[in-house]
């Protein structure tokens, strides 16, 4: 017990000391925020020193929150104008069809029949042989097969892979 009070008592004197140094230093540099003060009067007063120019008068920074909710503000109107703004019905960003302008009233009286036209996709057999044998070696990598067969699968896949690019291509 004895030993920490005698600790406390040598660190409040080492704390006195340090703060005693810090103010002596003050003291001889003066403050950086004040001007100084001349101990001694000048010899010539006969000169008027020229008054310090004013400092620019700035316009006081705006707060941090204003800024939010400027922020939060533009993101509401934001929001609000693409619900309120019409949609496609079909949702894509292709622009709607158009028609000619008839020049026949009869054309008017029965407007002709949309053509709708449809695509088949078609694939070429290379590719679907490549797709199977693409799905025949990842089976086999997932079962940890890894011997002869996944060997000969992989490579007539790469065989069948690059007979799809062939055909696939214009």
Same mark, same amino acid.
């Given at each position: 017990?004895?030993?920490?009070? $005698?600790?406390?008592?040598?660190?409040?004197?080492?704390?006195?000391?340090?703060?005693? %140094? =810090?103010?002596?230093?003050? #003291?001889?540099?003066? %403050?950086? =925020?004040?001007?100084?003060?001349?101990?001694?009067? &000048?010899? +010539? &007063?006969?000169?008027?020193?020229?008054?310090?120019?004013?400092? &620019?008068?700035?316009? /006081?920074?705006?707060?941090?929150?204003?800024?939010?909710? #400027?922020?939060?503000?533009? =993101?509401?109107?934001?929001?609000? =104008?693409?619900?309120?703004? /019409?949609?496609?019905?079909?949702?894509? $960003?292709?622009? /709607?069809? @158009?028609?000619?302008? !008839? @020049?026949?009233?009869?054309?008017?009286?029965?407007?002709?029949? !949309?053509?709708? @036209?449809?695509?088949?996709? !078609?694939? &070429? *057999? *290379?590719?679907?042989? #490549?797709?199977?044998?693409?799905?025949?070696?990842? %089976?086999?990598?997932?079962?940890?097969?890894?011997?002869?067969?996944?060997?000969? $699968?992989?490579?007539?896949?790469?065989?069948?892979?690059?007979?799809? +690019?062939?055909?696939?291509?214009?």
């Amino acid at each position: 017990m004895a030993t920490d009070r $005698d600790e406390q008592q040598r660190q409040q004197r080492e704390l006195e000391e340090i703060r005693r %140094s =810090f103010a002596e230093m003050g #003291a001889r540099m003066g %403050s950086l =925020f004040e001007p100084t003060e001349l101990d001694e009067e &000048p010899e +010539r &007063p006969s000169r008027p020193r020229p008054a310090a120019p004013a400092p &620019p008068v700035a316009a /006081p920074a705006r707060p941090r929150w204003i800024w939010a909710g #400027a922020l939060a503000l533009l =993101f509401v109107a934001g929001t609000a =104008f693409g619900w309120i703004l /019409p949609k496609d019905a079909g949702g894509s $960003d292709a622009p /709607p069809a @158009t028609q000619a302008p !008839s @020049t026949t009233v009869k054309a008017k009286a029965n407007p002709p029949p !949309s053509t709708v @036209t449809k695509t088949v996709p !078609s694939v &070429p *057999e *290379e590719c679907l042989e #490549a797709a199977e044998l693409a799905d025949e070696v990842i %089976s086999r990598l997932n079962r940890g097969q890894r011997d002869n067969t996944l060997a000969l $699968d992989l490579r007539d896949y790469s065989v069948a892979s690059q007979a799809c +690019r062939r055909e696939a291509s214009p």
